[in-house]
């Protein structure tokens, strides 16, 4: 569970995080300086804040909970911003760029808040510096090629990219459906 959580999460935050400027140049005919400030403002006021969400609220509903709801909530917005493709007015803009606070919203509280608490609490004291350390090769390894993915893909496929990036929240949500365990409040 771990390892699918640490690949999908990692693969579906960077391809949209560090691909945001470009989506969202994509929406807006806008300068690059508002491009990265739209970027900034959406990740401060929708990841970062569903992050201390997800910290204020995992003791009281569980990280299990509160991870499928954001694998969900990615999913959502990810097939969302696939179907709309490339919006035509305002009405469409404002809609995938709500897509998009969605997708952040749901990796702030969601697998971003509690993926490192799955890989820190699946194993025990005596493999628990092997497992994280796995856990982040993992990451790491997704993360890079998520990075270099992106971009290639979203060339070849333009908006259809977010089609094969809402493979990594659905296999999330499929391990975390799968094998249903919660670390949070576990002795």
């Known amino acids: 569970l771990a390892t699918v959580m640490s690949i999908a999460s990692?693969?579906?935050y960077n391809a949209v995080a560090f691909g945001l400027p470009v989506i969202i140049a994509s929406f807006l005919a806008q300068t690059?300086?508002?491009t990265i400030l739209v970027s900034l403002a959406l990740n401060l006021l929708f990841a970062f804040v569903g992050g201390?969400?997800?910290v204020h609220l995992v003791p009281k509903t569980g990280a299990w909970k509160l991870t499928v709801t954001g694998y969900a909530f990615q999913l959502a917005a990810l097939i969302g911003l696939a179907l709309v493709g490339k919006p035509a007015g305002a009405a469409q803009v404002a809609i995938a760029i709500s897509f998009l606070a969605l997708f952040l919203l749901g990796q702030g509280f969601g697998p971003g808040?509690?993926?490192m608490t799955y890989a820190s609490l699946s194993y025990p004291t005596s493999l628990r510096g092997v497992g994280v350390g796995?856990?982040?090769?993992?990451?790491?390894?997704?993360?890079t090629a998520s990075l270099f993915l992106f971009p290639v893909l979203a060339a070849t496929l333009s908006t259809k990219v977010f089609w094969v990036i809402a493979l990594a929240p659905l296999a999330g949500l499929?391990?975390?459906l799968a094998i249903r365990w919660e670390p949070a409040n576990y002795d």
């Open 10 to 12: 990692s693969f579906a």
């Open 32 to 34: 690059m300086l508002t």
């Open 52 to 54: 201390l969400i997800g």
């Open 113 to 115: 808040a509690h993926t």
């Open 134 to 143: 796995f856990n982040q090769t993992l990451m790491r390894a997704s993360s």
């Open 174 to 176: 499929v391990a975390l």
